[in-house]
């Protein structure tokens, strides 16, 4: 992607800096909205800095809605139809003891002084609509050359803010661009720094980094990274499988498997866990071959683990976990009533998500054994959705009648009524009665005569 030379503003935008202007302040668009425009992509959520401090800023905009977001730190924002806009004064940071966020701030008069305090050079560009494109630190170079590279030491940037380390990850899968020479060395050396930053915000920039397109080939480089905030990780480095099935060791296929699934978090987070059971479940048997028999069960209470500390939502993690433990399903090998009852617990678009991982991990082994499971699953793939076509029954909310139709048939109000549907269920899934009213109904009393002859008995 090339550096566009055709800049301009959404007039919102313009607004806010036309009346900041017009009041005596110097104001400019600035961070990651002017980097799209330069790469010529559509941008949102702009930022302003401005010369104004924050009370200024107030009565430029007293007719406005606004909001104190940070104004300790020099930031308000600004509701101007219905879009809001951070108005940030210049500022100076003061220094960073908990490595996140500035103990206090100078406010200046000085756009030099402001560009100068940020992450890196592609986020540190202003714009105005009168005088264009301000680049004091080659951020627009670097764009054209695709780097990514901190405003100046990045010891200094990485001191100040720990996240920066994973932010440059983010930027560099997601944008694609490579991370320079020095800044990669301080991202290796100050790596333990980001123990100090709170897992959500590390987990929030993970997924980001994941949905890149060059989300491997960042984990690949960064492994030593990925193991600082994630250490549950690191035993699968340099784990020779030794089985004939795989051309990589453990983590390097994991690598492969994420890269071969489509961008999405989820799915490569799950991509991202579903081996690291294998180095606790490693055998090798009397000709050498190696084997990990249960390792998806580990692998599960590994993934659990890595997401309860990284406070990710109840709803990731059973999706996730779901998918890492069901990673070797074989619905070909599975009979008809088997497989129903897996799509029925997991649900559809799990068991369609599946095939997916299953695809992702398959083409990450060995090449002469990969058309073979691609082929299996493929089969695989048919039978659900033959089983798809012809029935849309796999769970009790989906039979056609439910517990307060077999209390009016007669049925006490008790466990048996859950019993009595599972077995209406299992009847419909072995299509030895369809799923409609009447018929369930008769059936049911016919299980219900045969409750109350027992009962006789």
Request: charged share 30%; net charge negative; aromatic share 8%.
């Amino acid at each position: 992607m090339g550096v566009s030379d055709n800049y301009s503003l959404p007039p919102g935008a313009v607004k806010i800096i036309n009346m900041l202007n017009e009041a005596g302040f110097e104001a400019y668009a600035v961070g990651g909205a002017v980097r799209d425009m330069v790469m010529g992509k559509e941008p949102h959520d702009f930022d302003i800095t401005t010369s104004a401090k924050p009370d200024e800023i107030k009565n430029v905009f007293s007719g406005f809605r606004c909001i104190e977001t940070g104004i300790r730190h020099g930031t308000v924002t600004v509701i101007s139809d219905s879009v809001p806009y951070e108005i940030t004064a210049f500022r100076i940071d003061g220094d960073y003891s908990d490595r996140r966020r500035p103990d206090g701030v100078i406010f200046t008069g000085r756009l030099e002084d402001d560009l100068s305090r940020r992450d890196f050079t592609c986020n540190a560009l202003a714009f105005h609509p009168v005088k264009g494109i301000t680049d004091l630190f080659g951020g627009t170079e670097d764009i054209r050359n695709k780097i990514i590279r901190c405003v100046g030491n990045p010891d200094k940037r990485f001191g100040e803010d720990a996240l920066r380390i994973m932010r440059a990850l983010r930027f560099s899968s997601v944008l694609g661009f490579e991370i320079d020479s020095e800044t990669e060395k301080s991202i290796h050396k100050n790596r333990e720094l980001l123990k100090l930053i709170s897992n959500e915000r590390i987990f929030s920039e993970l997924c980001k980094l994941l949905e890149g397109k060059n989300a491997a080939g960042v984990l690949s480089a960064f492994g030593d990274v990925i193991f600082t905030v994630m250490p549950e990780l690191e035993p699968m480095k340099d784990l020779d499988q030794q089985n004939p099935a795989h051309r990589y060791d453990v983590w390097n296929h994991t690598l492969h498997a994420v890269d071969n699934i489509r961008p999405d978090c989820e799915l490569r987070l799950a991509m991202l866990f579903h081996d690291s059971g294998k180095p606790y479940t490693k055998t090798v048997d009397e000709n050498g071959i190696g084997h990990f028999y249960g390792h998806a069960e580990i692998s599960v209470k590994i993934a659990r683990m890595i997401l309860n500390n990284m406070k990710a939502s109840n709803r990731l993690k059973k999706h996730v976990c779901t998918l890492v433990e069901n990673h070797g399903l074989m619905p070909e090998k599975m009979s008809k009533k088997t497989f129903k009852k897996y799509i029925g617990k997991l649900g559809e678009d799990t068991v369609r998500e599946l095939y997916e991982v299953r695809k992702a991990d398959v083409t990450a082994l060995d090449s002469f054994l990969t058309p073979k499971f691609l082929s299996e699953n493929e089969r695989a793939r048919e039978i659900f959705e033959q089983i798809i076509s012809e029935q849309k029954c796999f769970t009790l909310k989906d039979l056609a009648v439910d517990g307060a139709d077999l209390i009016s048939l007669g049925f006490e109000p008790s466990r048996s009524l859950g019993e009595v549907l599972r077995i209406l269920l299992d009847e419909v899934m072995d299509n030895k009665i369809k799923n409609e009213k009447e018929a369930l109904l008769s059936r049911a009393g016919e299980l219900l005569n045969e409750y109350r002859n027992s009962q006789d008995k």
